[in-house]
């Protein structure tokens, strides 16, 4: 069943209505129990019946159903929700969404609280809205999710709340998943699940034979964790590893599942996507740099926060596999001496003289 039905059977979308409505305003501490309209079910003995009935089926919900009050506070969370983000119920109800918990950012990594706030936005026009974001996980990784943001009514039929239901995105999730069957050939990083070196050498090698045979051009970009060293020192190698598991989900869920992300070396990881050019390439990588810029790490009395440097590479006519690497490993050098968090390319009139013709002399 998909996101949209699930939804449907909940939320009566359509001519009739565009919202659900709750028998009372929303209090402090208090749980709000949704109904749905009297004009719906023709008598109120059902709607009481149905006011009843409709927590346990959000409650039963595939889907993240979440209920914010005027203030922004979070009302309802359902095992939906719990299930996506890593967080329990008894750690985000009564806590103000912007608090760590619906921190979303958009596809370009830039957070869409303030002005973008889809929460905001349904508050002041009544409109329902939907949109494509990456949520922030527990475990400080971003995971991309459909989100559809409605206003909830009171009787008096003034807006006293919103409700959020989102999923996860199944293509994005492909890619995340993709990364586990490398498993079945014994090139798993056991940590974090990406690829290991080995398996890494071979993607490079394919990637490469692609190119010479059929044309399909690739692209390399070589990540860097920034301050993974410093994490470490300060908080020990357990939350060091953690750091490096949330940094690699995040990445793997920008790439497309065609594409590969295998770790090189301790802080050093490589994505080579298929097929690619000049433009997508840098727009992957800034994309990449930007979501795990606006992760964190949650440790309770203290906040993880990491950057990563990138150098990329598209590989060119005659190239090799070193001569390759070596442009990557390059503007990798360059993006961590200019202070990191950022993305270094391959000069625009450099790949302009690579792509020219052949002079008619």
């Not at 398996?199 to 390399?220: C, D, K, S």
């Not at 410093?230 to 995040?250: H, I, Y």
């Amino acid at each position: 069943m998909s996101h949209q039905d699930n939804l449907a059977r909940v939320i009566p979308l359509g001519e009739r209505t565009s919202c659900l409505e709750v028998p009372r305003e929303l209090r402090a501490g208090a749980v709000p129990t949704p109904m749905i309209s009297p004009s719906l079910v023709g008598a109120p003995s059902a709607a009481a019946a149905d006011a009843a009935l409709l927590p346990q089926v959000l409650e039963q919900l595939h889907d993240g159903v979440c209920l914010l009050d005027l203030k922004d506070r979070i009302r309802f969370w359902n095992s939906g929700a719990e299930r996506i983000t890593g967080y329990k119920k008894e750690e985000v109800v009564g806590r103000n969404c912007h608090d760590r918990v619906f921190c979303h950012s958009n596809q370009q990594g830039c957070s869409s609280c303030g002005e973008d706030c889809p929460n905001k936005s349904v508050i002041s026009t009544g409109e329902r809205q939907d949109g494509e974001f990456f949520l922030h996980h527990k475990e400080g990784y971003r995971l991309p999710i459909s989100l559809r943001v409605a206003p909830l009514r009171g009787q008096a039929g003034s807006i006293i709340g919103t409700i959020h239901i989102f999923a996860e995105r199944p293509q994005e999730l492909a890619a995340l998943e993709h990364a586990k069957d490398y498993e079945r050939f014994t090139f798993l990083d056991p940590l974090t699940e990406a690829g290991n070196r080995k398996y890494t050498e071979i993607a490079l090698h394919q990637a490469h034979e692609a190119f010479v045979r059929y044309g399909r051009r690739p692209g390399l970009a070589m990540i860097d964790v920034d301050r993974l060293t410093l994490v470490n020192r300060s908080f020990g190698l357990a939350v060091g590893d953690q750091v490096l598991k949330a940094v690699t989900k995040t990445v793997i869920s920008c790439l497309r599942p065609y594409d590969f992300l295998g770790r090189w070396r301790d802080d050093q990881f490589y994505a080579i996507l298929a097929d690619t050019h000049a433009e997508h390439l840098a727009a992957l990588a800034n994309q990449c740099r930007a979501q795990v810029a606006g992760s964190a790490l949650d440790l309770g009395a203290h906040c993880v926060q990491v950057g990563v440097s990138i150098g990329t590479s598209l590989l060119v006519p005659n190239d090799s596999i070193t001569t390759w690497l070596g442009r990557a490993e390059r503007n990798l050098r360059e993006a961590k001496s200019e202070g990191g968090n950022r993305v270094i390319t391959d000069p625009m009139h450099t790949l302009f003289n690579w792509f020219q013709p052949p002079s008619a002399e």
